[in-house]
């Protein structure tokens, strides 16, 4: 059974910093896609980094760039995200999510394993 743990989310204020880790277990995602997508109320989920395990190629939309880091180490099959500067819009759940596929997928849809989610909260 694919799991897929969150953790590290929190409250912070506007200009502070949060470190998420994710955690899988069940299968090795040592050569395939890994992201963050996030979800705030009312709007819909966005992707804000995603990393191929196996290039270490990542993306990231302009609304995180140069503050959010997505990293993996896959010796303990773990994705990191950190986030810096971080603002009141970013409040929202994020969530860990995984393609078993070595292809590079970007779409929420092709991502087959989730995590539960954790709370991410800035306050202004």
């Known amino acids: 059974q694919v799991q897929l743990v969150e953790s590290g989310g929190g409250s912070v204020q506007a200009g502070g910093s949060l470190r998420l880790s994710c955690a899988a277990s069940?299968?090795?995602?040592?050569?395939?896609?890994m992201g963050w997508f996030r979800q705030a109320p009312g709007k819909g989920r966005e992707g804000v980094a995603i990393?191929?395990?196996?290039?270490?190629?990542?993306l990231y939309p302009d609304s995180v760039k140069g503050r959010f880091t997505i990293s993996r180490d896959n010796a303990k099959n773990t994705v990191y995200l950190q986030m810096n500067s971080l603002k009141p819009e970013d409040t929202a759940i994020y969530y860990c999510?995984?393609?078993?596929?070595?292809?590079?997928?970007?779409?929420?849809?092709?991502?087959?394993?989730w995590g539960q989610g954790t709370q991410v909260t800035v306050s202004s």
């Open positions: 990393i191929h395990t196996g290039t270490g190629r990542t």
């Open positions: 999510a995984a393609t078993g596929s070595w292809y590079w997928r970007t779409d929420p849809g092709d991502f087959g394993y």
């Open positions: 069940g299968y090795t995602f040592s050569n395939a896609c």
